[in-house]
């Protein structure tokens, strides 16, 4: 049982370049989330998915696409890199229902754009 | 609206306790939580607590909520080196299908040996 698995784990890209981030949960989980760690700032929501097909946008999605084709899988996807994308990138699950609904997290994507 | 905030950084020796303090805005949120994240690393449950509950203890770890004044607590007995790391509070809003959380910006817990 692998949780939430990401990759790649390390990226530099040139500012106007585009890339996709993947994230894998193997635990069944319906709910599916994207964060970014910027220092001093916690982590923010970028977009999440509450099941297979649908996406929808959080705190800070301008600039990045997002797919969940597949339950297991959540894209995360940048069209035209730009520095202020410079940042560590999270994805996490979790079951989706009533209660604690405790989120589970990947080890993260460490993405710099020059 | 929505915040949660935390001190950045913490420093004790080693075998002290820890006091790490958040506060949060959001009076409707229903489950409170304490990530740790070591270096490198993704975030890790540490624990959480239920809003109608004041206190809540697992082994070296003590949770206060003192809803009143929307402010929560982590309390590490016995601190040893390997609780170096960042701690985040997270709470989670009552309402919407999102079950989304809201982040402190992490504290830096430093411990001394």
């Known amino acids: 049982n692998a949780g939430v698995t990401q990759t790649p784990k390390f990226r530099v890209l040139k500012t106007g370049q585009s890339m996709t981030l993947l994230c894998a949960q193997d635990m069944n989980h319906e709910y599916m989330y994207w964060y970014r760690q910027d220092p001093g700032m916690g982590l923010r929501l970028i977009h999440y998915s509450v099941g297979e097909g649908t996406t929808a946008k959080g705190e800070v999605p301008d600039g990045y696409n997002v797919s969940r084709l597949k339950k297991q899988n959540f894209l995360l996807g940048l069209e035209s890199a730009a520095p202020s994308q410079t940042s560590v990138y999270f994805c996490?699950?979790?079951?989706?229902?009533?209660?604690?609904?405790?989120?589970?997290f990947g080890p993260g994507t460490r993405l710099t754009v020059l | 609206g929505e915040d949660v905030e935390q001190s950045l950084f913490l420093s004790v020796r080693e075998g002290d306790s820890s006091v790490i303090n958040c506060t949060y805005t959001?009076?409707?949120?229903?489950?409170l939580y304490w990530y740790k994240q070591e270096p490198g690393a993704g975030l890790q449950l540490l624990t959480y607590?239920?809003?109608?509950?004041d206190m809540k203890q697992d082994q070296r770890l003590t949770v206060l909520l003192n809803k009143k004044d929307k402010h929560l607590s982590l309390r590490i007995a016995d601190t040893q080196t390997g609780d170096s790391a960042i701690y985040f509070c997270?709470?989670?809003?009552?309402?919407?299908?999102?079950?989304?959380?809201?982040f402190g910006t992490g504290t830096l817990l430093a411990v001394q040996p």
């Open positions: 959001d009076s409707s949120s229903t489950y």
């Open positions: 997270a709470e989670k809003p009552n309402g919407g299908a999102t079950n989304k959380l809201i």
């Open positions: 996490a699950s979790s079951y989706g229902g009533i209660g604690t609904d405790t989120q589970y």
């Open positions: 607590i239920f809003s109608n509950m």
